[in-house]
């Protein structure tokens, strides 16, 4: 008896485990992750002692210099954090939850970050305090914190890395992972096929339901007015699906011709263009300049 249900339990457990492991299946190459999981993370990474870990699952973070660089690092974690260019607010905005009676939040956040010149870098020489006092005035300002995992947009190196293995998962011609071979052209369909494979891949697209205008918000970042960027950029799909009939085709066609207003943001599609460039030193480093830049 209590041999049969050692193997029901293990049975159970299997199971259990099975159906976790598919509902948390790595998706693609997607990142999701939650404030509580990126703080742990980097409790471990910077060596604060483990009691410390406890205050901050509380949501509670002293003013120290050793929590303000966790803070750093939690948001460098989750891309809501760049040195260089401060806080990233498509990004951090997901992980925050307005009251939905307050319509005076973003306007709080908006004068809590110009009040301490939070969004001028010269301003605060030290990195971990800028970042502390930005994810403050989000914490205390625009509204509570969400629990749930939220998209973490690729970091320029990861994107090309999607290139480099979309090259490789579909033989792009003139890729090899040993040598280039310059005698092959690639298609106008192999380029179109390589950067449908980037979309599908980073879960900015699906061929079904199109761009993921919530994901492609936080990686292109820097749209200044985010209804007019999923105005614009969902009505250059429609019309774009329309006329294409090629998936492949389609994708590479939306990449080029659905990002204009990224030409009079600056540094809109900072990070698609940083593909291109991936593209360019490595990916392709066989094909000619005009090759790599047909993809994008
Ligand atoms: C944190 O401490 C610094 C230095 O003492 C101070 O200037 C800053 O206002 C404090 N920040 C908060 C949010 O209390
Ligand atoms: C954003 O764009 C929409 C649609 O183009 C426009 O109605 C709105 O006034 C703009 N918002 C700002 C703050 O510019």
């Given amino acids: 008896m209590a041999r049969i249900n050692v193997a029901y339990i293990g049975l159970v457990v299997l199971l259990a485990t099975t159906v976790m ?25 910077l060596g604060i002692p483990c009691a410390r870990l406890a205050v901050y699952n509380d949501y509670i973070y002293p003013n120290d210099t050793e929590t303000q660089c966790m803070v750093r690092c939690m948001g460098v974690n989750l891309g809501w954090w760049n040195d260089e260019h401060g806080v990233q607010e498509p990004a951090i905005r997901n ?7 307050d319509t005076q939040y973003d306007r709080r956040t908006y004068h809590c970050l110009k009040s301490q010149r939070l969004d001028n870098p010269a301003s605060h020489l030290d990195v971990c305090d800028r970042a502390y006092e930005s994810f403050r005035c989000y914490y205390e300002q625009y509204g509570n914190i969400v629990v749930t995992p939220q998209f973490v947009p690729l970091s320029s ?19 090899s992972s040993k040598k280039c071979d310059d005698s092959v052209k690639p298609s106008e369909r192999d380029l179109g096929c390589l ?18 205008l919530d994901r492609l918000y936080v990686q292109c970042n820097n749209y200044a007015n985010e209804t007019r960027f999923r105005e ?5 799909y429609r019309q774009l699906k329309a006329e ?22 600056d540094r809109a599609s ?3 263009s940083a593909v291109a460039d991936g593209l360019a030193e490595q990916v392709l480093g066989c094909v ?8 994008l």
């Fill in 21 to 45: 492991t598919a509902s948390q299946r790595y998706q693609d190459c997607v990142q999701k992750k939650n404030i509580a999981q990126a703080q742990e993370e980097c409790v471990r990474y």
């Fill in 95 to 101: 992980f925050f939850h307005p009251d939905p009676e």
């Fill in 157 to 175: 190196l990861q994107l090309s890395d999607v290139v480099l293995q979309c090259a490789n998962m579909l033989q792009f011609p003139g890729y």
């Fill in 195 to 212: 950067a449908r494979c980037l979309l599908l891949r980073t879960g900015l697209y699906s061929d079904q339901h199109g761009p993921n």
């Fill in 232 to 236: 614009t950029t969902s009505t250059c």
């Fill in 244 to 265: 294409c009939p090629d998936e492949c085709i389609l994708a590479r066609r939306f990449l080029k011709e659905c990002f204009d207003e990224g030409a009079t943001v």
């Fill in 270 to 272: 900072l990070a698609l």
């Fill in 288 to 295: 000619d300049e005009d090759g790599v830049e047909q993809v």
